[in-house]
């Protein structure tokens, strides 16, 4: 599913912050993958718990992807841009939140064991679809860069596809060997960044299902961002904290 590239506040357009694609130059697009949300199955019991995380295999099992589009919907949120602010507020890359919209965000959430975006890695819930798409296209393996741009490890794609437990690290960046295709994460980030030539990154949408927006030349990674002074709240609010299933 791809949206229509949103547009930033003029703040954020005109802003002195690199582009996202300043950082993939040398590849033809780049496409911002949204990373899904969870929705526990019927009869099934699993925790996400800092510390305590579930295996790649757990999640697969015990959990469906619901796209922003269903969560927007179902919430009653304007765009993808209203739910990214709310997400990262959530995870605290955002110090303030409109009220009503993290009202309606979470009691849907929190209704219907809704599972928030996660943050600093490629989801496992998109990892084995991502890797049928690379060996769809003839790739066997992949290689993992750390942060600091030093190779971490080689993968063989059917090693990931069988693997039970998370495959790659924090804001890890993966890379096919002739370096015609990148993901990579960033740091408190809900999406991650495709790039590859624009028959590529069409073709992995298509075989992974998956949803999110093409950069522009001026797309920043706080393409969300927006300065709200009414009606808002903060980390020490209690509406942060309540439950409200």
């Not at 804001?171 to 740091?187: E, N, R, S, Y």
């Not at 790039?195 to 073709?203: D, F, G, L």
Request: aromatic residues 10%; proline residues 4%.
């Amino acid at each position: 599913m791809v949206h229509q590239t949103p547009k930033q506040d003029d703040i954020i357009e005109h802003s002195r912050i690199p582009t996202i694609r300043s950082a993939f130059k040398e590849y033809e697009t780049t496409f911002v993958i949204l990373h899904p949300f969870l929705k526990i199955k019927p009869h099934y019991s699993i925790k996400f718990e800092t510390g305590n995380w579930p295996t790649k295999k757990e999640i697969i099992t015990c959990t469906q992807n619901i796209t922003w589009t269903e969560i927007i919907q179902g919430a009653g949120l304007q765009d993808i841009s209203e739910l990214d602010r709310q997400l990262a507020y959530l995870h605290c890359a955002r110090r303030t939140a409109d009220r009503q919209g993290w009202i309606k965000l979470m009691t849907l959430l929190d209704k219907n064991n809704i599972i928030p975006a996660e943050v600093d890695y490629i989801p496992e819930s998109l990892t084995n679809p991502l890797m049928l798409a690379f060996k769809a296209l003839g790739y066997s393996t992949v290689n993992e860069f750390e942060l600091t741009g030093d190779l971490r490890k080689e993968h063989t794609i059917d090693n990931v596809l069988l693997s039970e437990k998370l495959d790659f690290i924090y804001v890890a960046t993966v890379q096919t060997p002739d370096k015609k295709i990148v993901l990579t994460t960033g740091f408190d980030e809900r999406f991650t960044y495709l790039s590859a030539s624009k028959e590529t990154v069409a073709t992995i949408i298509e075989e992974a299902s998956l949803e999110g927006f093409y950069c522009n030349e001026t797309t920043r990674s706080i393409w969300s961002d927006k300065l709200q002074t009414e009606d808002i709240i903060d980390w020490s609010s209690p509406e942060r904290k309540k439950n409200y299933a």
